[in-house]
């Protein structure tokens, strides 16, 4: 497998564990009398909270020669993740099964 690809798949695994745990914990915390809005903030704290664990191991791996593109990828998912759930609280995002 190329160092590249290795990058890529490592990037989008951590992004949709990222993704996946906030889906996870928004649906799970969030009840049908709670304002739509507070669903963003279970999405975002359900992702946020594994962050620094990610980012630890992302440094880790990263400052390993041998695991430099592993670490990279980690790093990437991470941000990406991040940057989304900034995106998405920003714009008001609440999805379509919440109802308001």
């Given at each position: 497998?190329?160092?590249?690809?290795?990058?890529?798949?490592?990037?989008?695994?951590?992004?949709?564990?990222?993704?996946?745990?906030?889906?996870?914990?928004?649906?799970?915390?969030?009840?049908?009398?709670d304002?739509?809005?507070?669903?963003?903030?279970?999405?975002?704290?359900?992702?946020?909270?594994?962050?620094?664990?990610?980012?630890?191991?992302?440094?880790?791996?990263?400052?390993?020669?041998?695991?430099?593109?592993?670490?990279?990828?980690a790093?990437?998912?991470?941000?990406?993740?991040?940057?989304?759930?900034?995106?998405?609280?920003?714009?008001?995002?609440?999805?379509?099964?919440?109802?308001?």
């Open positions: 497998m190329a160092k590249g690809s290795l990058a890529v798949l490592v990037g989008i695994l951590v992004l949709a564990l990222h993704v996946g745990l906030g889906l996870f914990s928004a649906n799970w915390l969030w009840s049908d009398t304002d739509p809005h507070q669903w963003m903030y279970f999405y975002g704290t359900g992702g946020v909270c594994i962050a620094p664990v990610t980012a630890t191991i992302g440094a880790v791996l990263f400052n390993n020669p041998r695991f430099k593109i592993i670490g990279a990828g790093l990437a998912g991470l941000a990406l993740a991040m940057i989304g759930a900034v995106v998405a609280w920003g714009v008001g995002f609440t999805p379509s099964w919440v109802a308001g």
